[in-house]
Structures are given as structure tokens and as C-alpha cells.
């Protein structure tokens, strides 16, 4: 049975830092996709960024590239956001998926493309 289980959410005032993560269990963390997603209040939950299987490189939305970073330990099974300048416009829940093996790139951005959820933290960023 798989399980991810986030931790690391919280309130933070307006150019603050939070780092996310994301514990794995269950299937083969250094193999798989691995992401971040996120949902704002009456919004869509929409792409953050991503791992794909063994390949080192990252992806992100537009809008955190240059204040995100997303990085996987292998040894503990553990996926990481590290969030940095924050703004009132991250405030959402961020949700860790995982999907097994290396996805396409064009699905990557896609949340049916991910079989295995975290229940979620929230972020809040409010002065």
C-alpha cells in the first residue's frame, strides 16, 4: 500500500520560506514521478513542480521557478519543496503525488497522471 504523508506547512508572512515534505512508503521512491501540486480556495488544483523517475531534472510552473526547489532523498524515501519568497498568491493546500516509473513530459503537469496522493498541508502566507 502506498503512502505519502506531507508535513512541513504553516503560516508565514509575505517574503518568508517554508520547506515541505513528503514522506514515501510503499513503492519505489528512486524510480518514480514524483510532484507537487497545489489548491487555492475556489481554484483548480494546479501543477508546482516535478521529478520524473530517474531523471534529475526538475520542472516547474512558471510562476515559482527561481523561488522553488525540489529535490528527492533516495535513502529517505522522502520528496522536498523548498519554498522561498513567498507571496499571498502560494496561500493554498500542497499536495505530494507519485505516479511509478518515469511519466511522459506532456503529462507531467497533469494531475491524472499521478495515481498515488498526500492528504495535503496548507500554506498560508499572510502578513
Not at 506531507?6 to 503560516?11: A, D, P, R, V
Not at 517554508?18 to 514521478?33: D, E, K, M, N, V
Not at 496561500?91 to 511509478?100: M, W
Amino acid at each position: 500500500q502506498v503512502q505519502l504523508v506531507e508535513s512541513g506547512g504553516g503560516l508565514v508572512q509575505p517574503g518568508g520560506s517554508l520547506r515541505l515534505s513528503c514522506a514515501a512508503s510503499g513503492l519505489s521512491f528512486s524510480i518514480s514521478t514524483l510532484g507537487w501540486f497545489r489548491q487555492a480556495p475556489g481554484k483548480e488544483r494546479e501543477f508546482v513542480a516535478a521529478l520524473r523517475g530517474r531523471n534529475t531534472t526538475p520542472y516547474y510552473k512558471d510562476s515559482v521557478k527561481g523561488r522553488f526547489t525540489i529535490t528527492r532523498d533516495n535513502t529517505k524515501n522522502t520528496l522536498y519543496l523548498q519554498m522561498n519568497s513567498l507571496n499571498t498568491e502560494d496561500t493554498a493546500v500542497y499536495y505530494c503525488a507519485a505516479t511509478n516509473g518515469q511519466i511522459i513530459l506532456s503529462a507531467l503537469r497533469t494531475s491524472t497522471s499521478y495515481h498515488y496522493w498526500g492528504q495535503g498541508t496548507q500554506v498560508t502566507v499572510d502578513s
